[in-house]
């Protein structure tokens, strides 16, 4: 029998959540769920098996090419030496001083996608771009995977980032309850996406308030491909995908046809409706933008499609947008329309009424809450400009020196000789892998900061075994959730593991710049610290907030931050007053056309929102690739974090395949069986899951397997961005098109 004296339990917090970890003889055995979240998450069950996996890097290696003869070639396939952390970071500094001295900080990428831990001081994006500044700067990435075309255009829309929306502006759950009578969710809300948030989210709720949007007799509304994207109780419009825009414009066309569109507030609160209105009604192109027209292109009926505007138009709607809508080719046209067809209902700025992005793509969003700043380390001064669209890496490498355009700018990809990455897995979240598998060779050196051997860490020169958030002490906060967290250190590191600062530590000091870097500060001052200056902002804003040392002694707190009474409305000043309260938009006002979209000259961007077939939909399929794949989120783990675990347990991989009975049935398959899900840019492996749950002509392969071995003949655990074209959304944003993707799915014996 185990002796009881050595375990021991606390509570420690991640990006789905908080959750107690149970700890025996230095090993993670099991996990439980926080006891103030009514609907936790399951992701933490995998834990213990996933920081004690035998996928963990267990001393710095470096790829045996790489060491002998600086070969580009072998990325993926070479082994690894392991060496000493004196040696392999005496190494890395030389190989970093030498790209510096002979093409200087340009030929330096920083990649890292920022979603390595919870915690406040060892976020993994902000300890590598600090020490990338540190030594002169790198070439950095605008925007996320999830929103970076909503990103682009949404300023010029609004004149606000898409996510200060989500921090700030948004419509709270209780107003929603309050005030919206008709739901309309372009995309569905899908409480799966929302189990995870950048810094956490501690009580998962999303399930709750739908159930009392029932129990008040609301009219929810999931328009989408899959009937799970939205909790069960939803009315659900199969929509084909990518075809979003063309209902929108339908719904706008009944709207404007039929005398229900608030004239006074396009001409009070908008611009350019005039612009827009010959083009929807069909007096510039000759196509009307009616619900026959939408019709064949949404998969929608006609009479659908009017009642539906009647009745937006007759009750109080709010009308919300999905991420996924963005992820698409001509991504930045459904963002635009909609904005267009809240405007046309004159609802902006109503409390439940309106717009509203994002709810339900990351848990906290909703909830109202006073903001507090801080605890984050300051990244210093990049003296670089040179910058990329973050979905561009792939062109970015094949292409040196090219010119491409970007929000009315046109510039040239930078000649990258090195890349260092901490702190995410590109091999996950980018399209085309096989490709960009191709382009990952041409760097002249990858450095990576990663706890377990993912498909990027395989496809290094350099790799540095980084701790997890349970071996290293830290805090979790986020501006969505109202709970402080102190994150103890649950384990000593794994193998030879140390955290990023530790080893930036180590490379800034022997590249000249530990001063500059560390400021002589140990990982424990910079959280004192941090932690001292959030303490303080949060009492200017008249919130007690603990002594770190009181805070370490209770391990959480939940903090009297949740705004009571009436809550903010997204643009509720701007529509009582546009004058005195303007938009930071050119115009002052919500921008329907865009002068400086126009100007920009961009065909699949122009002035104005306009319906752009993508080129792989259901309206280009063929033959050889008939059916239209989307890739969603997991549901068991967030992207691909702690897919090592998940992928052990008998039939979890291959990954499973959504797919309509009657596709089933003419490619003579059943649930369970395992699939080849192909097209001319890859295959991979995949499960059947047979459901009327998706809409046929449909497929949706979720995303977070780990890739395979380079250019293997197919992928075997189900990455579906083998599949996915890297291709940008537009001119205008860039943003990843993952969601415009044509497959055909076949037995894996065919």
């Known amino acids: 029998m185990a002796d009881q004296s050595k375990r021991h339990t606390k509570v420690t917090t991640s990006h789905w959540g908080a959750f107690e970890v149970d700890v025996e003889a230095d090993r993670i055995i099991a996990t439980r769920p926080f006891v103030e979240d009514p609907a936790p998450s399951a992701i933490a069950k995998a834990i213990p098996a996933a920081v004690h996996h035998r996928s963990r890097v267990a001393r710095p290696s470096i790829r045996r090419g790489w060491l002998k003869g600086r070969r580009h070639e072998g990325r993926g396939s070479d082994p690894f030496v392991e060496l000493p952390w004196d040696e392999a970071l005496d190494i890395a500094a030389q190989e970093i001083d030498r790209i510096l001295k002979t093409h200087g900080n340009e030929a330096i990428f920083g990649g890292s996608y920022g979603w390595g831990s919870a915690g406040r001081f060892h976020h993994a994006q902000s300890q590598i771009h600090r020490f990338l500044n540190s030594i002169g700067g790198y070439v950095a990435s605008f925007g996320s995977y999830s929103t970076g075309c909503a990103q682009a255009i949404m300023p010029h829309i609004f004149g606000v980032n898409l996510l200060s929306l989500l921090y700030e502006h948004q419509d709270s759950w209780q107003t929603i309850l309050e005030h919206t009578e008709t739901l309309v969710m372009f995309g569905g809300i899908n409480a799966k996406n929302a189990q995870v948030s950048m810094g956490g989210i501690t009580r998962h709720e999303t399930l709750s308030w739908f159930d009392r949007f029932a129990e008040k007799g609301m009219h929810c509304l999931n328009i989408g491909p899959q009937r799970g994207d939205a909790p069960a109780g939803c009315d659900w419009m199969p929509v084909r995908p990518g075809s979003d825009t063309a209902l929108m414009l339908a719904l706008a066309y009944v709207l404007e046809s039929e005398g229900l569109a608030d004239q006074a507030f396009l001409q009070s609160h908008c611009v350019g409706y005039d612009q827009f209105r010959p083009y929807l009604m069909g007096e510039s192109d000759g196509v009307p933008k009616t619900p026959d027209w939408a019709a064949p292109l949404c998969g929608v009926a006609a009479d659908d499609i009017r009642a539906l505007a009647r009745r937006m138009a007759t009750t109080r709607t709010l009308i919300t947008v999905a991420w996924s809508l963005q992820r698409a080719e001509h991504g930045e046209q459904p963002y635009w329309m909609s904005a267009v067809l809240a405007a046309m209902l004159g609802q902006i700025g109503l409390s439940g009424g309106g717009v509203g992005y994002g709810y339900g793509a990351i848990g906290g969003v909703g909830k109202s809450l006073l903001g507090l700043s801080g605890m984050t380390l300051p990244q210093l001064t990049n003296p670089v400009s040179t910058f990329i669209p973050v979905a561009r890496i792939g062109d970015m490498l094949r292409s040196p020196g090219a010119t491409y355009d970007f929000n009315g700018h046109q510039m040239r990809y930078p000649d990258i000789r090195l890349i260092y990455w901490a702190g995410g897995n590109p091999y996950h979240h980018h399209q085309d892998l096989n490709a960009l598998h191709d382009a990952w060779q041409k760097p002249e050196t990858v450095i990576v900061n990663e706890p377990w051997w993912t ?296």
């Open 455 to 750: 498909a990027t860490a395989q496809r290094a020169d350099i790799v540095f075994p980084a701790t997890t958030p349970y071996e290293r002490e830290d805090i979790g906060r986020t501006n969505l959730d109202d709970y402080l967290f102190h994150m103890p250190q649950l384990i000593p590191p794994v193998g030879e593991a140390r955290d990023d600062y530790a080893i930036f530590c180590g490379l800034a000091e022997r590249l000249g710049a530990g001063t500059t870097f560390s400021e002589e500060r140990s990982a424990a001052d910079w959280t004192e610290a941090l932690y001292a200056d959030y303490r303080t902002a949060a009492l200017e804003k008249g919130v007690a907030v603990p002594t770190l040392d009181d805070l370490k002694a209770r391990n959480w707190v939940r903090l009297p931050i949740e705004v009571e009474g009436p809550n903010q409305t997204l643009f509720a000043p701007f529509r009582a007053d546009p004058a005195n309260h303007p938009l930071p938009t050119p115009s002052g006002r919500i921008e329907i056309f865009s002068a400086t979209i126009e100007g920009f000259g961009y065909a699949d961007c122009p002035g104005h929102p306009v319906w752009l077939p993508p080129t792989e939909w259901l309206g280009t399929a063929t033959k050889a690739a008939p059916l239209h794949l989307v890739s969603p989120q997991p549901g068991d783990k967030l992207h691909s974090q702690l897919e090592c675990a998940l992928a052990d347990a008998a039939g979890a991989r291959p990954a499973p395949l959504l797919i309509h009975p009657e596709d089933a049935k003419a490619r003579g398959l059943n649930t369970g069986d395992l699939l080849r899900v192909f097209n001319a840019r890859g295959a991979c492996r995949a499960r059947a899951q047979v459901s009327d749950a998706i809409l046929q002509g449909v497929v949706a392969l979720p995303t977070g397997a780990w890739m395979g071995g380079p250019r293997e003949e197919i992928d075997p655990n189900g990455n579906p961005n083998v599949l996915t074209q890297d291709r940008g959304t537009s001119r205008l944003g860039q943003g990843c098109a993952a969601h415009s993707a044509l497959v055909e799915v076949a037995h894996l014996r065919d």
